[in-house]
């Protein structure tokens, strides 16, 4: 029996096999090398059986590799999934056919050289062209009948028209962090990185677009982050880095960015695609429904839809919604149905998956109820795939993670009975952001043009599959969220800014952009990381404070009056570029005021003045408090004024003299008394 590479092992089943890594200590004493597929047809046919393959060969070890050659072994047809992973994880139980290949040359250190493998699977036997199937295929690195390295992919052979297609739909989620601080400074270099790169969310887009005009079969959701169209908008301006560089407009990242939005528009121009909008800084409903802040929720849904709309032209499709981080519980459901979401995309382990007959693959859907009785449809993707999809060794070799992905839903499809119509099977699949960029390509080639895949929005699936979604309870959130401190932060900063956008009449938008600051300071990267979500929070404070501070009014002077009654001016400050409206009232227990204590005040103009007729009840100083409010009643500031009168009153002083001529009277009877005998 031949040897085998030394393979890594994966934390999960279905995962592909790796490349063969010698430990440190072996470096200097065994060959290294990595394989990586760069090419691969999807999928052959009897009327195309060729199999082509492009494989690059790099010798990463110390050692010159003499002598290489590729052999190629293709493994038994599986027919369950079980089977499939575990071919994936061992390579092929037995070679049902194989062959060599010999390398042009030894591979000395550091160097690397691409192979090409054609394998005629109408000639070479081990294809059953009878039935359509999935095949492991190994491709493996030897030298001197030594296994230096290893890889396994899957061989799908299509050999008639299906007679039955499994329904499919997919999604992905088009995000991006929080890149700019609140004074639209780039902080995340990983983001501008990928944007000069072309690589993440450029890429993802961009292959989107691409597949939108050239298939026609189509079927696409997407769900975007109106925060991530927003970090877009901002980096194409141009922008300010960290360490003081300015990147201009026309600079490389500025200008993916802007081609980024402009793609997003076309696609959501698309019929074929249906775009669902997240709240705006994708923040994890369960924490702000459990910390009292669901205006703030509905600020998220107000201002997330306003940047939608106006960035791509296009209002977002309420009917579906993916809950952020796909974190949500059963008040998040209800909150979703609230707002027009007809069908929630879930994550594979959102419900129980019970066992299915024949070990086949769970349905894609099920049907949550919530509290008052209304259903609302959970569409899953397969935890298989999702599998695979979220292994980091697998996404290494981004070609062959396609591959294996589109093996597994081949294999799926073939669990499907045929023929009958009281079965209709469905698949779906989530396609993270965060996949590498050289994955976008082949994987949504293969999934918009794989032959038995039969593509329906996710909104649609749930109707279309047999038998039909059963009822379904969500597993336990416990997703976490902010601490109790930064919801009373939260909630209090809201509070002012609710007082500040109430005052303010000019400019316009001023007032909106503090809001989405805050609503900044909520996004779910922040749950677990509230330190640098309290930027955002002190950020909005501090405005607030240094506006609200310029317009309180000027107390600092002592007011001297020489009557009884008299008019107080009182001073107010500057509100700069501002248009303000406040009400100042006056209060004070030794001073009372003849018209009334409370005035209302458009502010346009530094040191207007306003006046209080007043009367003092009592000669001396006197404190009044000076306070600016909102309309709504919030205090915006609280000032002391002193104030001082000199003048004499004359009832006050008769009383006094009176009283006093009274007490010398009652000396002197008393005094009298005493000397009388």
Known sequence: MRSHAIRLLPCIVAVLVVIARPSPALAQEEPAAELLLLAQTAWTTPDDPSLEIRLRITNVGELTIAQPFVRWELGPKVDARFEYETALEDGPSFAAVADIQPLPADLGPGVSTDVEISIDT????????????????????????????????????????PEKRVLFSWWAEVATPVAFDPSGT??????????????GLVTQVETIARILRSSSDLAIDLVVSPAALDQLRLASQGYVEADGDEVPAD???????????????????????????????????????AGGLRTHLEAHWRLGNDVFERVLGESPDPTVARPPGLMFDARSVEHLEAHGASTILGAADSIARPPQPNDFAPPPAATLTTSIGREVDLVLPDPGTQALLEDAVVLEDPVRAAQVVLGQLAVIWREQPVPGDDVVRGLAVDLDPDLPAGFWEP???????????????????????????????????DGGGFTAAYEDDLEATGRRLAAFASILEEPVGEADRLSRDLLYAEASQY??????????????????????????PDTSRVLTFTSRSGTIPLRMGDPGDRVLNVRVQLESGRVAFLDDDVRSVRLQQPDQVLTFDAEFKAAGPSRIDVVVMAPNG????RRVLVVRSTAINTIALIITIGAGLILVGLWSRRLFRRRSP
């Open 122 to 161: 109408a000639e070479t036997g081990g294809i059953d062209h009878a039935d359509s199937g999935v095949y492991p295929l190994e491709l493996e690195l030897l030298a001197e009948d030594r296994s230096i390295a290893a890889i396994t992919t899957a061989a799908i052979h299509i050999a008639r028209e």
């Open 186 to 199: 780039m902080v995340n270099q990983g983001f501008a990185d990928s944007l000069g790169d072309g690589g």
């Open 251 to 289: 600079a490389t990242a500025p200008v993916a960015a802007a081609d980024t939005l402009e793609r997003l528009a076309a696609i959501a121009e698309d019929p074929r695609a249906r775009l669902h909008a997240m709240p705006f800084a994708a923040p994890r409903l369960p924490a702000l429904i």
């Open 443 to 477: 994987m949504l080639r293969r999934l918009t043009g794989a032959p038995f895949l039969d593509a329906t929005h996710a909104e649609d699936l749930p109707d279309e599959i047999l038998p039909r979604p059963e009822p379904a309870e969500l597993l336990p959130y």
């Open 527 to 552: 749950v677990g990381n509230e330190a640098s979500g309290r930027v955002w929070i002190e950020s909005v404070n501090d405005e607030i404070d240094r506006m609200f501070a310029r317009i309180a």
């Open 634 to 637: 919030e205090i915006l500031s």
